[in-house]
């Protein structure tokens, strides 16, 4: 028995649910958001952090002017990192003037409806019976731990996407790891915290992007390429700005790219505060943790099998997100088999359809289908279009679509 109904229901409400709702709202379609918008980014990620994308970059999308995180703060130019809470900030903005009525609960289960279609039942216990649902969960259910850190007591052990306050590490000794922004930018943050960090990564030396240049000569931008949201280069280009083409590409090339495209680094305004506060031990690979009193043991090898054993009260493992269909445990059994998958990911059409009709899935978890720029806010823009394109030729809306006349007053960083 169903309480309600609705043309779509997106499941997130970060900037992939968000965008995806604001076209689909210009659309005509009914719409119901189901989450606190921007929540993963307000509770999980770190006090002082900073975003690695360029302000063009960090965009939201919308089907009408005036909604860019560029529209909001003009005066940020190139090279100039956003502060979490100034990107957590816009993205709430982006959700009052594009997405209001968005609905601070959870989503409880994701069913099969009857005859078709979907039920979806929130925290509340209502159910919402709705003709397709878009799953825009983000990162958060993708943490990936190594294995060899598998198991351990969270008090021991846990995933760079868990903390906001680091501040309760301080005087501790924390061991991060891994090589890329995530991982520096946490040990930098530990150290600020009056934490004592230590870097252990698996790459033989730790790299970092090189400073972007706003102007750059002719001469530079032929041999360099064009500037685009994953960064500078032809090739990049046309991941960032044709993800609809890599889909194309086979199985492994795809796979390869997300893995190889933008690979662990540290953003070059990161550089000099990765300081001697900071251990950093490169070119060494987990073996084995073992809990040891009120410490871990950390055991790692370099490439001649030399061992060296770490011991910290407390691990960090900032390795990632790997998309996981099962991991979506909002998803009913029977959906999570019956969706197809390669490598837990699930298998997408060129709009962003499973193997179910009418089941969607935005972000990273597209990732494997459309390339690497679904693991950032810039792709959001294309998979908003795609879907919502999509959804409404299948599901006609009931009136007209509501256009603004007018781009919506923006406020100025004065205010």
């Given at each position: 028995m169903t309480d309600s109904v609705s043309d779509v229901v997106i499941v997130g409400a970060g900037p992939y649910g968000l965008s995806t709702a604001a076209h689909l709202q210009n659309l005509g379609l009914g719409v119901r958001?189901?989450?606190?918008?921007?929540?993963?980014?307000?509770?999980?990620?770190?006090?002082?952090?900073?975003?690695?994308?360029?302000?063009?970059?960090?965009?939201?999308?919308?089907?009408?002017?005036?909604?860019?995180?560029?529209?909001?703060?003009?005066?940020?130019?190139?090279?100039?990192?956003?502060?979490?809470?100034?990107?957590?900030?816009?993205?709430?903005?982006?959700?009052?003037?594009?997405?209001?009525?968005?609905?601070?609960?959870?989503?409880?289960?994701?069913?099969?409806?009857?005859?078709?279609?979907?039920?979806?039942?929130?925290?509340?216990?209502?159910?919402?019976?709705?003709?397709?649902?878009?799953?825009?969960?983000?990162?958060?259910?993708?943490?990936?731990?190594?294995?060899?850190?598998?198991?351990?007591?969270?008090?021991?052990?846990?995933?760079?996407?868990?903390?906001?306050?680091?501040?309760?590490?301080?005087?501790?000794?924390?061991?991060?790891?891994?090589?890329?922004?995530?991982?520096?930018?946490?040990?930098?943050?530990?150290?600020?915290?009056?934490?004592?960090?230590?870097?252990?990564?698996?790459?033989?030396?730790?790299?970092?992007?090189?400073?972007?240049?706003?102007?750059?000569?002719?001469?530079?931008?032929?041999?360099?390429?064009?500037?685009?949201?994953?960064?500078?280069?032809?090739?990049?280009?046309v991941w960032s700005q044709r993800p609809g083409l890599v889909r194309y590409l086979p199985e492994r090339t795809r796979l390869r790219l997300v893995r190889e495209t933008l690979p662990p680094a540290g953003s070059w305004w990161l550089r000099d505060r990765l300081d001697e506060r900071i251990r950093v031990s490169t070119g060494r690979r987990l073996v084995k943790a073992v809990e040891q009193d009120d410490v871990i043991a950390v055991t790692t090898v370099d490439r001649t099998g030399r061992r060296l054993v770490v011991e910290a009260e407390h691990v960090i493992a900032a390795t990632g997100f790997v998309p996981d269909v099962e991991r979506l445990t909002m998803l009913s059994p029977e959906l999570r088999v019956r969706v197809d998958n390669r490598l837990g990911a699930p298998v997408l059409s060129a709009n962003f359809e499973s193997s179910m009709p009418g089941l969607y899935f935005a972000g990273l978890a597209a990732a494997p289908t459309f390339g690497p720029v679904m693991r950032f806010v810039h792709g959001a823009g294309f998979a908003a279009q795609r879907i919502a394109r999509h959804i409404v030729h299948r599901t006609p809306p009931a009136a007209a679509p509501v256009r603004p006349a007018t781009a919506p007053a923006l406020e100025t960083d004065a205010r």
């Open positions: 958001v189901i989450g606190t918008p921007m929540e993963y980014w307000a509770t999980s990620m770190p006090e002082g952090m900073h975003l690695k994308s360029e302000p063009f970059a960090s965009n939201l999308g919308a089907p009408q002017e005036g909604l860019r995180f560029t529209d909001r703060h003009p005066d940020w130019r190139l090279g100039r990192p956003i502060p979490l809470d100034t990107f957590v900030a816009y993205g709430r903005w982006f959700a009052e003037q594009a997405v209001p009525g968005t609905e601070p609960v959870q989503v409880v289960s994701v069913e099969r409806g009857a005859p078709s279609g979907y039920a979806v039942t929130l925290s509340t216990g209502e159910t919402i019976a709705t003709r397709a649902v878009v799953m825009a969960v983000g990162v958060g259910p993708f943490a990936r731990v190594p294995d060899e850190l598998a198991g351990m007591p969270s008090w021991l052990v846990s995933h760079s996407g868990d903390h906001r306050d680091l501040s309760l590490f301080a005087g501790k000794d924390v061991a991060v790891v891994g090589a890329g922004q995530s991982a520096l930018e946490t040990a930098v943050l530990l150290a600020d915290a009056g934490a004592h960090p230590h870097v252990i990564a698996r790459r033989g030396e730790i790299d970092w992007n090189t400073v972007p240049k706003e102007h750059r000569t002719l001469p530079e931008r032929l041999r360099q390429g064009p500037r685009s949201g994953l960064g500078t280069g032809y090739r990049t280009w």
